[in-house]
């Protein structure tokens, strides 16, 4: 079941004081992000490209709009989305160099440090539905009610793990969330509202007041999280 999901979509995140729009930062950035367009929240909360953005935040978006870079306080997010890449380890991790490119090139400009670090990617399963049901009633320890069975996939879980990190040792939050949407598409020319299973992983270091990532640090995270995400997607799915 594994190889039955395909990548939707991919967040990396570094945790670290906002940086503040401006023009020189945005002609660096460019550097590595060239022809990306910056959009800027001034006085309220604005919506832009789908996201809720606060009074500060800013971003810069590529021309067809499949990657952003979201400056926001305390946080920097780079979000793929559209990918619809099929599920392999290697195509993670082509994802999330980068993910690390651009990160590096932020703390080479700021001179600053990551306090946390995340890697989220979204997956949409794409196999037999049957097999997921079944794969769901395995999981639920109560999964029958009036002799029916779970007939959906929607919950989530949280495991802590010490995992090393540039030589020093981490705990990391490894979050799953299964769950189901329903988005219209077109079949024969018609409207069509259908079920798919989706499953969003947040891989992310806790919150701890003596964590401190610098370069090396951030780029070995992100080089190892292709791995964290295939062993956690292995762990459900062994095949």
């Known amino acids: 079941m594994k190889m039955d999901f395909i990548i939707d979509g991919l967040r990396g995140s570094v945790f670290m004081p906002q940086i503040a729009f401006n023009w020189n930062f945005v002609s660096v950035m460019q550097e590595v992000l060239p022809n990306y367009i910056p959009s800027i929240v001034s006085d309220t909360p604005q919506v832009i490209k789908g996201m ?10 590529s021309p067809n709009d499949d990657v952003r870079v979201v400056f926001q306080a305390q946080k920097i997010d780079y979000i793929i989305v559209n990918t619809k890449m099929a599920y392999t380890q290697e195509n993670v991790h082509t994802l999330t160099k980068e993910c690390n490119r651009v990160f590096e090139k932020i703390m080479v400009e700021t001179k600053m440090k990551a306090s ?102 951030v780029n070995d995270f992100f080089e190892k999280s292709a791995g964290f995400c295939s062993e956690f997607l292995s762990w459900y799915f062994e095949e």
């Open 52 to 61: 809720l953005l606060s009074p500060g935040d800013w971003m810069l978006a």
């Open 116 to 217: 946390r670090l995340a890697i989220a990617p979204t997956l949409r399963y794409v196999g037999d539905v049957i097999l997921f049901k079944n794969f769901t009633n395995i999981i639920y320890a109560k999964n029958t009610f009036k002799k029916s069975t779970v007939d959906n996939c929607d919950f989530s879980q949280v495991f802590r793990v010490d995992e090393e990190i540039s030589n020093r040792h981490f705990v990391i939050n490894y979050l799953s969330k299964f769950y189901v949407t329903t988005p219209v598409v077109v079949a024969n020319g018609i409207n069509t509202i259908q079920e798919v299973n989706m499953l969003d992983f947040d891989i992310n270091t806790v919150v701890n007041p003596t964590y401190s990532f610098d370069i090396n640090a």
